[in-house]
């Protein structure tokens, strides 16, 4: 099976560290999406409960006839008391840590990686078509290190800015394994 993960397109946020802070997405974000996801093959279209993702969802699967559902698994890591926040705002010393090692160094009140892993993979396993799914950039990664074995800090040498597309073959079983087949930035 094929899955495709499009990161959702550009915010009114931009500049602001987003995770549960929804964010209006802009029209040149929608539209990027929307060209990005064109010709794909799919069966199901998923986002996260998010604005920045339902929009582009939205549209994606009205262009296909299909009905786009939300899953709040596939939302961004909770970034706690940075949610919002503008990346100067926040201790940078503590922002390098938690970049560095995001399962050992997590924002006050906020989310630890291998959660975000866990809720993914739980959200992969009910998976069972060609699927896009219309997510953040956090829930990609946590993909990947889920499908493929791969973990921090080999995951921030994945670039994977606004309206990317991620796509993987998926095998069924347990555990699901997975293989990067395409990458558009």
Same mark, same amino acid.
Not at 12 to 17: I, K, N
Not at 136 to 159: E, K, T, V, Y
């Given at each position: 099976m094929v899955l495709h993960l499009l990161r959702h397109g550009v915010t009114?946020?931009?500049? &602001?560290?987003?995770?549960r802070t929804d964010a209006a997405p &802009?029209?040149?974000?929608?539209?990027?999406?929307?060209? &990005?996801?064109?010709?794909?093959?799919?069966?199901?279209?998923?986002?996260?409960?998010l604005a920045r993702t339902r929009a582009p969802?939205?549209?994606?699967?009205?262009?296909?006839?299909?009905?786009a559902r939300p899953d709040a698994r596939w939302r961004e890591l909770d970034f706690g008391d940075w949610d919002g926040l503008p990346f100067d705002a926040i201790d940078a010393p503590a922002l390098a840590a938690f970049q560095g090692d995001p399962g050992c160094h997590v924002?006050?009140?906020?989310?630890?990686?291998?959660?975000?892993?866990?809720r993914v993979d739980a959200?992969?396993?009910?998976i069972d078509r060609p699927?896009?799914?219309?997510?953040?950039?956090?829930?990609? &990664?946590?993909?990947?290190?889920?499908?493929?074995?791969?973990?921090?800090?080999?995951?921030?040498?994945?670039?994977?800015?606004?309206a990317a597309l991620l796509s993987l073959r998926v095998w069924p079983g347990t555990p699901r394994i997975g293989q990067i087949i395409g990458l558009v930035t």
């Open positions: 009114e946020a931009e500049g &602001r560290l987003i995770g &802009r029209a040149e974000g929608l539209a990027l999406c929307a060209a &990005r996801a064109s010709g794909l093959a799919v069966e199901a279209v998923i986002h996260s409960d969802a939205e549209r994606i699967a009205g262009a296909r006839g299909l009905a924002p006050p009140k906020g989310e630890a990686w291998p959660a975000l892993v866990a959200a992969l396993a009910d699927t896009l799914v219309v997510t953040h950039g956090g829930a990609m &990664r946590a993909a990947i290190a889920s499908l493929c074995a791969i973990d921090f800090p080999q995951l921030w040498n994945i670039a994977l800015p606004h």
